[in-house]
T-cell receptor
Framework: RKEVEQDPGPFNVPEGATVAFNCTYS??????FFWYRQDCRKEPKLLMS???SGNEDGRFTAQLNRASQYISLLIRDSKLSDSATYLC??????????FGTGTRLQVFP | DTGVSQDPRHKITKRGQNVTFRCDPI?????LYWYRQTLGQGPEFLTY????????KSRLLSDRFSAERPKGSFSTLEIQRTEQGDSAMYLC???????????FGPGTRLTVT
């Protein structure tokens, strides 16, 4: 079983739609959680950290459920520029990051 | 700008050759990481440094791989006797002192022919 699992997609949604991505992690000792965004052939870029109480940054909302070992990302009012791969990431023992394989999002006009 | 540069951005080499990549954080960060990413996968941890000390190496890092961070600033990753399976994007990241967030450089894309 992979340490971080995501639905690879692709998710094809129209502009203005709301889309949600889910992720599960296997290590209950995971301490920090993140969503990264990666454009084709570019480096991953930090989208947001995920806090236990849930957090929001503009159109993006992240939730963490430690009991179920589940992380989610909600994108409201999708823009064409949101098209990218979204990587779910956990940090164990404050050291290395463990990445999921990513969920691809394609927003169409 | 994440404050991390990597050189070269692209490298094409023939199987069996040695290659070296460099990572330069713009400002001082005590932790520096190397990851490898292949097509359709997320980045995979290779190794990391705290200052000049290499603290952990992944089992992915075979004996052909070596990394250094001689003065606790820039870092190099060398691959000896490259194989086609080494073709990947090699990413360097720095970690802030105040959180566990990591910021990546643009990567070096290696193609072994």
């Amino acid at each position: 079983r992979k340490e971080v699992e995501q639905d690879p997609g692709p998710f094809n949604v129209p502009e203005g739609a709301t889309v949600a991505f889910n992720c599960t992690y296997s290590n209950s000792a995971s301490q920090s959680f993140f969503w990264y965004r990666q454009d084709c052939r570019k480096e991953p870029k930090l989208l947001m950290s995920v806090y236990s109480s849930g957090n929001e940054d503009g159109r993006f909302t992240a939730q963490l459920n430690r009991a179920s070992q589940y992380i989610s990302l909600l994108i409201r009012d999708s823009k064409l520029s949101d098209s990218a791969t979204y990587l779910c990431v956990v940090n164990v023992d404050t050291d290395k990051l463990i990445f999921g394989t990513g969920t691809r999002l394609q927003v169409f006009p | 700008d994440t404050g991390v540069s990597q050189d070269p951005r692209h490298k094409i080499t023939k199987r069996g050759q040695n290659v070296t990549f460099r990572c330069d954080p713009i400002s001082e960060h005590n932790r520096l990481y190397w990851y490898r990413q292949t097509l359709g996968q997320g980045p995979e941890f290779l190794t990391y440094f705290q200052n000049e000390a290499q603290l952990e190496k992944s089992r992915l890092l075979s004996d052909r791989f070596s990394a250094e961070r001689p003065k606790g600033s820039f870092s190099t990753l060398e691959i000896q006797r490259t194989e086609q399976g080494d073709s990947a994007m090699y990413l360097c990241a720095i970690q802030t002192l105040s959180s566990y967030e990591q910021y990546f450089g643009p990567g070096t894309r290696l193609t072994v022919t």
